[in-house]
């Protein structure tokens, strides 16, 4: 999977991604999802190195079945709130 990270002053997010997903556009019922290489193909990584990056995030920006699983996995995404694009999992992450 792919992972990108931003920083600044006070929060840090991580956009992450199966690497097959980039340049996809996905859709479902009420909306389309562009999965751009500018925002989410940083560097190639593990799982176990995205289970570090999110265990620092304030927010995260997750698509893909590796991707989302990895963060159910962590408990910091609860499974009810995935939504999905085709059968493409999506997750958001924020902390308050």
Do not use: R, W
């Not at 997903?21 to 999965?35: D, P, S």
């Not at 290489?37 to 079945?65: H, I």
């Amino acid at each position: 999977m792919y992972i990108k990270t931003y920083k600044t002053e006070k929060h840090f997010m991580v956009a992450a991604c199966d690497k097959e997903l980039i340049g996809q556009t996905l859709k479902n019922e009420k909306c389309e999802m562009k999965i751009n290489a500018s925002f989410y193909q940083g560097e190639e990584a593990t799982e176990e190195v995205l289970e570090d990056l999110l265990m620092q995030a304030t927010t995260a920006n997750l698509v893909g079945k590796k991707a989302v699983a990895c963060a159910v996995k962590c408990e910091i995404v609860d499974p009810d709130s995935v939504i999905y694009f085709d059968d493409t999992p999506h997750a958001l992450y924020f902390t308050l």
